[in-house]
């Protein structure tokens, strides 16, 4: 039997508002909130919340002295179309050379990496 159920995934950033509604142009889906907090209700359910977080520093990937610490696999139809979403977003290539692998790795605008997958 599980002990707790996982109620969301939370991401420090500069800007809850701003980043909440770059993922709720990727995902679809309503943000709520404002100040220091934002939830992304994504459809199906879930949802993604973003926090303040004073002297934010954005993860460095890769990088072989220290960790992402996390992030997003997005799974993806069409991956080129994709990729042109999110760049007109804001977000920035980080692994996109290998055109013939199946996934690509970009930052969120706050520098978060997540990856477009079409698996």
Known sequence: MALAKLGGVVLDCPDPRSLAGFYAEL??????????????KVPGGGSLSFQ???????????????????????????????????????????DTEDRSRTWRVYADPAGHPFCLCAC
């Not at 995902?27 to 992304?40: F, N, P």
Request: charged residues 20%; hydrophobic residues 40%; aromatic residues 6%.
């Open 27 to 40: 995902l679809g889906g309503t943000v709520e909130g404002d100040g220091d907090w934002a939830d992304l």
């Open 52 to 94: 303040a977080a004073p002297g934010y520093v954005p993860p460095k990937w890769p990088a072989p002295d220290g960790s992402q610490q996390l992030h997003l696999d997005l799974a993806v139809e069409d991956l080129e179309a994709a990729e042109s979403g999110v760049l007109a977003l804001g977000a920035r290539p980080l």
